[in-house]
C-alpha cells in the first residue's frame, strides 16, 4: 500500500493535508502527548553524546566533525529532570542513543537513574564494540532491551563500513548480550546499501535462525554527514525479504503495537526478521517518536530542519511546567511525514550521528 496516500487520506483531517505546521487550538488532550495530526506521542530517543568510535560511511564522515563541547551536553543529572519531564507529559519508553551511547563515561550511572522512571520500555542502541566490558553493569543499571547494528559478518566488509577493523569485538559484546535473557530477543540492526548488503542477506538469516537475534535491515536514508546518499543506493526491504525467501519462506507476525518494523517469521518457526523501510513504505502515519539530542534540543522528526532548545531553558531555572510547555507546543508541531520521496527535499538540520538515530 501507498503509506503516503494512506497518511493524507484516511489519518489526517482533511482540512490539515498539505500543512506542515497545523494551527495551535490551544487545548492539551488530558495526560498524554500528541501532535497536531492526533498522533499520541511515547517514544523518546535521547543520545548522549555525538562522539563516536567508528565512522561509518552512511552516518559520519572520516575526520572533521566538529565536536559538541563538554559544557554544551546535557549532564546525567540534566538528562534525568528532562527524562521525567517527558514521562510526566506522557512518554512511555525511552531509548539511549548517539553518536555511540558507550563512548561516554559511566554510561550505566545514567541507565541507573533512568530506570527509576515510569517507563514501558528502558533502551540502548549501540555499535556494540564496547558491550563485553558493559553489558553486565548495563543490565544490573536496570537496561531492559538492546539493538546492536551490524552491518555485515564479513571482517574485510566491517571494515570498509565502519572505517575500523572491529568486527571480533562487536560479535564478542553479541555473545555477551546472551548471557541476559532480560535482554532476549537481541535486535541486530544492519542498514542495507545496495551493491554491498546483498550479499550478507542469507547469513544474516541464518544468524536470525540460529542465535536468539530479531534481524532487522533499515533502508539507508539521506542523514549521512557526507551526504552522499543517492537513491539507487537504497536496498529496499521487499529486495531483501525476496533474496531471503528463495531459501526460507518467512510469515508475517501480526502485531498491534506501533511498530517501525515489519516482523516476519520463519515458516519453519526457527527465528524472526524484520524491515524498517523509511524510504520505499515510509511509516509516519504511526510516528510515535520525537529525539532529544546530546546538547538538549528536542527534535520532533529525523528529518526535521528545526528543533526546541531545551537546555537553555533549563539551565536558567524554568519550572517542571515551563519545559513541558514548551515539549507540549514543540511535540504540537511535529511534522506530518518526511520528504525523502518529494521533489525539493531539503535535507535535515543535522547528520544522524548529532541527531541519535
Ligand atoms: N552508534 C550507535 C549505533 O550505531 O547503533 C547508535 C547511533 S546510530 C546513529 C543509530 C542507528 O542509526 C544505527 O542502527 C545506524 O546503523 C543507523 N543509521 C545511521 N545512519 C543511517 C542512515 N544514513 N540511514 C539509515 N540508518 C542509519
Ligand atoms: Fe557511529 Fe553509530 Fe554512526 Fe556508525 S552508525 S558512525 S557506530 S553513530
Given at each position: 500500500m501507498d503509506r503516503d496516500r494512506k497518511l493524507d487520506t484516511d489519518f489526517i483531517p482533511l482540512s490539515l493535508v498539505g500543512s506542515e505546521s497545523p494551527g495551535w487550538d490551544g487545548e492539551w488532550r488530558d495526560g498524554a502527548l500528541a501532535d497536531g495530526f492526533s498522533r499520541p506521542i511515547k517514544n523518546l530517543r535521547i543520545s548522549v553524546t555525538d562522539r563516536c568510535n567508528f565512522r561509518c560511511t552512511y552516518c559520519m564522515p572520516e575526520e572533521g566533525l566538529t565536536w559538541l563541547r563538554r559544557d554544551q551536553i546535557l549532564s546525567y543529572e540534566e538528562i534525568e529532570r528532562l527524562a521525567r519531564i517527558f514521562t510526566d507529559v506522557g512518554v512511555e519508553e525511552i531509548r539511549l542513543t548517539g553518536g555511540e551511547p558507550t563512548v561516554r563515561a559511566d554510561l550505566p550511572v545514567l541507565v541507573e537513574k533512568l530506570s527509576r522512571l515510569p517507563l514501558n520500555s528502558l533502551s540502548l542502541t549501540t555499535n556494540g564494540f564496547r558491550l563485553k566490558e558493559l553489558c553486565k553493569d548495563l543490565v544490573d543499571a536496570g537496561l531492559e532491551r538492546i539493538n546492536v547494528s551490524l552491518d555485515t559478518p564479513v571482517a574485510e566488509k566491517f571494515v570498509h563500513i565502519t572505517?575500523?577493523?572491529?568486527l571480533p569485538q562487536v560479535l564478542a559484546g553479541l555473545e555477551e548480550c546472551e548471557k541476559y535473557p532480560q535482554l532476549r530477543p537481541i535486535k541486530v540492526n544492519a542498514v542495507a546499501v545496495r551493491g554491498f548488503s546483498e550479499e550478507d542477506v542469507l547469513a544474516f538469516a541464518e544468524l536470525a535462525r540460529n542465535r536468539p537475534y530479531v534481524v532487522r535491515w533499515i533502508e539507508f536514508m539521506p542523514l549521512d554527514a557526507d551526504g552522499a546518499w543517492d537513491r539507487d543506493d537504497v536496498l529496499t526491504g521487499a529486495e531483501i525479504k525476496a533474496i531471503i525467501e528463495t531459501r526460507y519462506p518467512l510469515v508475517p507476525i501480526a502485531d498491534d503495537r506501533i511498530q517501525v518494523a515489519q516482523r516476519y517469521a520463519f515458516a519453519d518457526g526457527a527465528g524472526e526478521v524484520g524491515f524498517i523501510n523509511p524510504v520505499s513504505e515510509p511509516f509516519c502515519a504511526t510516528c510515535d517518536r520525537i529525539r532529544l539530542t546530546a546538547d538538549g534540543h528536542l527534535r520532533t522528526c529525523l528529518f526535521s530542519t528545526w528543533e526546541t532548545d531545551l537546555k537553555t531553558p533549563l539551565r536558567s531555572g524554568a519550572s517542571d511546567e515551563e519545559i513541558k510547555q514548551l515539549i507540549r507546543s514543540a511535540v504540537w508541531r511535529k511534522e506530518m511525514k518526511h520528504h525523502i520521496n518529494d521533489p525539493g527535499f531539503q535535507p535535515a538540520s543535522r547528520s544522524m550521528s548529532q541527531i541519535g538515530g
Open positions: 572505517r575500523r577493523d572491529a
